[in-house]
């Protein structure tokens, strides 16, 4: 596809169980990123992907947070024993590699998921 | 710790007014970008500044890098309804990507 893709696009769980969600990127990009973002509030980063590199896990906030990506391509975020405070919109976005030193970062966002734990 | 302040945190016009919205930080980065993201949506980028003094248009929108590429500023003219929305400011610098927390911006007819 054109641009980057999410799946569900929305999502009602119950707390205490466990949720995957789902990235594709636009073909060619080598890094992925995942954001949470809140209610009325800005992106917080989770997770990094660079093509082979081992990830940076810097921003995931517990150990029931994790995220898998399979080569250069789809990404899954999964949440264990989901809480009330996981419910938001998960952000997913692609950048292409730059080749030199010099990277103008430029990400490129799907639509979200859209979180709900009851 | 790298962080972008961005100012005002809210903002509600009318159309046809002028609004100026500005990020701010005490670090240099390579580049800056602007996203603007609407209810339901994912950020869309809006444009790319990496060279300090830098002006870019698009359209209504002017946006500039600071000379010391430490702060950035987002001037709409004549704001119409379709630019509501939340406007994002991220920096990058050797690999690290900061946001910023948004202006909401409403414009009302």
């Known amino acids: 596809g054109a641009g980057v893709s999410q799946s569900p696009s929305n999502k009602v769980t119950e707390k205490g169980k466990d949720v995957e969600l789902r990235c594709d990127p636009i073909s060619g990009h080598t890094a992925l990123y995942w954001y949470r973002q809140r209610l009325g509030q800005g992106l917080e980063f989770l997770i990094y992907f660079q093509g082979n590199s081992a990830p940076d896990k810097s921003g995931l906030p517990s150990d029931r947070f994790s995220a898998e990506r399979t080569g250069e391509s789809v990404s899954t975020l999964t949440i264990q024993r989901t809480q009330q405070e996981d419910s938001a919109v998960y952000l997913c976005a692609s950048s292409a590699r730059v080749a030199g030193a010099f990277s103008t970062y430029e990400q490129y966002f799907g639509p979200g998921t859209r979180l709900t734990v009851t | 710790t790298q962080l972008l302040e961005q100012s005002p945190q809210f903002l509600s016009i009318q159309e046809g007014e002028n609004l100026t919205v500005y990020c701010n930080s005490s670090?240099?980065?390579?580049?800056l970008q602007w996203y603007r993201q609407e209810p339901g949506e994912g950020p869309v980028l809006l444009v790319t500044v990496v060279t300090g003094g830098e002006v870019k248009k698009l359209k209504r929108l002017t946006f500039q890098f600071g000379d010391a590429r430490k702060d950035s500023s987002l001037h709409i003219t004549a704001a119409q309804p379709g630019d509501t929305g939340l406007y994002l400011c991220k920096g990058g610098s050797q690999g690290n990507l900061i946001f910023g927390k948004g202006t909401k911006l409403s414009v009302k007819p």
């Open positions: 670090s240099v980065f390579s580049s």
